[in-house]
């Protein structure tokens, strides 16, 4: 049978993979439009682009209010891109895996939209910052793809993995050196895009402590846009046709998908206890 980890990595409605193709989309198209500009001349095309980015001024948010969302997949190289992108696809695996597709989103845009307060707070209240607040824009998914980092190691904090030249640490350890790394920032450059990296591992961190446990943050968006549940694409093929199970006679093809599709939706922690015997015992019997 195929591993859980190799399901959700090989899924075609992988939320993970449905976020990088996002940021990829807009990056290379917003490097074409550049590539028009510079052929034809129309200096239009530049800034049409701080129509996406982040204001620092509250003035400006007010008349774009749609940024709070979409400088969160606008990168400004394409090392800025291949690292965030790298980082969400190597830990947000693991997250789908254990907290279900359903939430990648909502962690992701929670913590960009935390990250964007705290950066627009910062330019707001701090005096050194406050000259630059009409200038100043913020850019990229870091914060989204810190606050899912953040929120899998609060999750699995002893959770391993290994790490060239270095070998196998726990996970807590390598998010705990990327926030500190934010934290000791700060005073040098990109104060502003720091706070807002620290806002996103702030959502992350909330977002399992707290949150997941009362579902309040599902059940708000469910009440905003109805979620269409993805169907699981998993074939599998079977020496027989029936098993038997605890003097049960179960057609393990039906019953093995609807616990996958359980698993892809809400996490391997929302199985019941009898919904986890079955799927071990469906996979020893495979």
Known sequence: MQSMQGYFSTNKNNTIWQIIAVNV???????????????????????????????????????????????????????????????????GQLFSTYLGNKRVWLVYLGGGILGAFLFVLAHAVFPFLIPSALNAFAAGSSAGVLSIAVATATLLPNYEI?????????????????????????????TGGH?????????????????????????????????????????????????KLENA????????????DKINSKGIHSLSETEKAILKKLSNKI
Request: hydrophobic letters at 55%.
């Open 25 to 91: 989309c807009v990056f290379f198209v917003w490097k074409c439009m550049q590539l028009l500009e510079t052929i034809s001349g129309v200096s239009a095309i530049s800034e049409m682009r701080t129509y996406l980015l982040l204001p620092a001024s509250l003035q400006t948010i007010l008349y774009r209010p749609w940024t709070i969302v979409t400088y969160m997949f606008i990168h400004d190289g394409f090392i800025h891109l291949l690292f965030n992108m790298l980082w969400l696809h190597w830990i």
């Open 249 to 260: 006679t179960v057609d393990y093809q039906k019953e093995i998908d609807t616990i996958l």
């Open 162 to 190: 290994e790490m060239l030249l270095v070998g196998w640490v726990r996970l807590k350890y390598i998010v705990l050196f990327v926030v500190l790394f934010d934290l000791i920032s700060i005073p040098y450059n990109n």
């Open 195 to 243: 706070l807002a990296h620290l806002g996103g591992a702030l959502l992350g961190f909330i977002y399992v402590k707290f949150l997941y446990q009362m579902n309040f943050l599902e059940l708000f968006f469910a009440r905003i846009k109805k979620l269409i549940k993805p169907k699981s694409k998993l074939k599998i093929h079977y020496k027989s046709k029936f098993m």
